[in-house]
């Protein structure tokens, strides 16, 4: 602990670089970085008169959502639950940490990533990583075995920055999941039809939704020479075919894995392959691959599949709305002095009426401020009051982006307003 | 046109990750024991056979939920889901925004700011990087958000879960992972304006939860402390003094008095002087009266007080919500860094003060709530001024909605209500009483869904009709639309109303605008 002159010294210091910082207008990360350590130090000088003074910011890998973000989120929320629900499914929330013990183990190498509490003297505890594990604990817990549920919630990694620059460390997962026993297929169907609606209802642009199986991969390891100890790892060579191009690749399985360049053609081969119910038809020609029991089952599954995709075709939507952070369909406003009373009182009403309605919380605001503010957040219209139109039992109101206004009857105002907005 | 699908003979993604099978034991009952007791033997069981290893890949785990955490199955989140939105329908009619902010701060953030209260807080391990907590509350965060995005101006709301590791031993039942529902508007305004709007919102939200009578107590910081100086009351005491006070929802005057006395070392005189003032309730009469009491408007802070009640109570008679608001000078709510008006919304049905629910930690203050209240809050000025590296003095008024209570009445009121709470919003089911129809059923049930219906289809070829039927009562599906080889030929769709057992033959170009009628 720095004795309190070397301390004060040292804040002198550093509040000049902060000032030469702002004064050649650096990087706001630089100025931050500085004033973050000024900050540290003068938190270090204490005795502060009851003052709290400590570095302003979130934790790492972490942050806030503004209304403006919260206004999309909630907007994708609303689009991906609405779909969640047209199909049927319920939703759980399970809480943000577990017993340690039910979430290692699970995760093998990562388990290093899991963020643990201290011990305090009770239950280890760590946070939740996933959902699919809260979820299986969940089922287990309340021996459910048929569920189909979502569950949209944030999970915790403790990304190391190095290794993984700029992603979160608290973020969220949004998953659906449908548990028990049915009929082959239709369930795994049901998933795709949802993703589908998903991603064109929230109008993103063109799509694929690629499929496979694990047991048509495992069959076609074996048919093409892959001995059975190399099957994960080779699994996910192949799986670096998104990223990386087939000679690189077919390297890394020959020279890494050890795999003979035989065995890596064969798979070559078959890896190329794409396309639809033709292609599982195809493949269960295939003498081969027909005759490995698992790429069998994979294969007639996947025709399935098909049958019952082409079954849930879908047609295209779109939507585009500007980004507001309020749902405020009007303001009551004046023009004159003295008018806060008539003004509060009308709000009320409209409350009362369940219109979304603001009020500037000023006794005596200028019309323009009043204008500007519904402006800036995107408020449709505006209901003036002014002494003229209180005698004549009216209110003024105008359109605030085409500046149209009309007098309405005070009892006609809720239903005006009503059908001027959704 | 987007095609669907393709199989891709290369896709190997994720494979060794969430899809791999958790193998977990489903457990037998056997009689004479009660599930519970069951339950702690297995967990014992598990224990001893996790710690064996070696378990060829099998997961073997302790099942249960962290102390004081719970899950919240579909029925709880539906009635959960109902009460948020008709609270946060209530903040946006009034133009409020949200944001949200991350579940643990850096450890510094909150420490220093709860006294006492700092070993409730849920630390992270140092596991190297920052030392980081579990937010306690909203308020904190909120400041730290005002601050460091320097906002002078917001009207915000923010539900979201809090942790505290409350002493099981003192306050049995509580969870230490429950929600807080708060609205505060931060900013320079003309006096009293935004404390009235936070009243009438307070009112607006137990008026639509239907959650029967309610009152909402109001006092003011400056009136307590004036009373307590015109009383005879030492400043030191002001604050120990205040939370005894607090007590005259739960004791009687005389205990009340009793501990003035005894414990807190107040003379008789001053205590009875106290007690007079504190037994005042009334409107904006009550204020005006008092602002004749020679004593107390002589007092700076009390006439200030004063003047901001009358001007409040103006405000709230516009605001139609005077029928609810009562001026209690004896409510006095423990929190320090309220500055003016203090408020506090409690049900006119109460439950017995004995049984301490998680519902009772709600009320924002880490001080005791009284039994029956679902809402408080009040003017905190000083706030975000202790977060500012400049002490900027950014004003709040505010009040956090007692949630965890409400959904404790609502899941209540639904196990003694006859109506059912359904979890899913499925207004028809696809069915057929043939074999072989499943792929009329697919296509059926994909047009609904394109068509934005909500609509299921059970996951079997060849379903009995009954068990089709069943699914619906069970899950509370009002209509079933059921295919069959002739109503295929004619064109049609019997539409039944499961409970009623109507059924009528709809034409298939018409089945979209029929069940959106019937279903709202």
């Not at 105008?398 to 500046?403: E, L």
């Given at each position: 602990m720095a004795d309190k002159a070397q301390l004060q010294e040292a804040i002198k210091t550093q509040g000049e670089v902060v000032r030469k910082l702002k004064s050649e207008k650096a990087s706001k990360e630089q100025i931050d970085e500085e004033v973050a350590k000024l900050l540290q130090l003068k938190a270090q000088l204490g005795g502060d008169e009851g003052k709290h003074v400590f570095v302003l910011k979130t934790a790492k890998g972490t942050r806030d959502y503004n209304p403006k973000q919260m206004a999309i989120r909630e907007k994708v929320f609303s689009i991906i639950i609405s779909c969640f629900k047209r199909h049927g499914a319920e939703t759980i929330d399970t809480p943000v940490f577990e017993l340690k013990e039910t979430l290692t183990g699970k995760y093998g190498e990562d388990s290093k990533l899991i963020y643990d509490l201290k011990d305090q003297g009770g239950e280890l505890l760590s946070l939740r990583y996933d959902l699919t594990v809260p979820f299986a604990r969940y089922l287990a817990l309340n021996k459910i075995t048929n569920i189909k549920r979502y569950h949209i919630a944030k999970v915790y990694r403790r990304d190391n920055p190095a290794m993984t620059r700029g992603r979160y460390r608290e973020f969220y997962q949004c998953d659906f999941d449908i548990a028990g026993q049915y009929d082959a297929m239709i369930p795994d169907a049901e998933c795709l039809k949802i993703v589908y609606e998903i991603l064109n209802e929230l109008d993103l642009g063109d799509f694929r939704i690629k499929v496979n199986d694990r047991r048509i991969l495992d069959g076609m390891f074996a048919v093409c020479g892959v001995p059975d100890e190399k099957f994960r790892t080779i699994c996910s060579t192949v799986d670096k075919l998104d990223k990386m191009a087939w000679e690189d690749v077919k390297k890394e399985m020959v020279n890494e894995k050890g795999l003979s360049e035989d065995v890596a053609d064969r798979i070559g081969e078959y890896v190329s392959m794409q396309g639809g119910q033709d292609l599982a038809e195809r493949l269960l020609q295939d003498p081969k691959l027909s005759q490995n029991k698992q790429a069998f089952a994979g294969l007639t599954d996947m025709k399935l599949l098909f049958s019952y995709l082409e079954l849930f075709q879908v047609t295209d939507k779109t939507s585009s709305e500007k980004v507001r952070t309020t749902e405020t369909q009007v303001l009551v406003a004046s023009a004159q002095k003295n008018l806060l009373e008539e003004r509060l009182k009308l709000t009320s009403e409209l409350w009362n009426a369940g219109i979304k309605a603001e009020v500037l919380y000023k006794k005596n605001p200028k019309l323009l401020s009043q204008l500007q503010h519904c402006e800036e957040t995107g408020i449709p219209l505006v209901a003036i009051l002014g002494e003229q139109e209180l005698k004549d039992g009216v209110v003024k109101l105008?359109?605030?982006?085409?500046?149209e206004e009309v007098d309405v009857p005070r009892a006609d105002l809720v239903d005006e307003i009503k059908k001027r907005t959704l």
């Open positions: 105008r359109n605030v982006a085409s500046r």
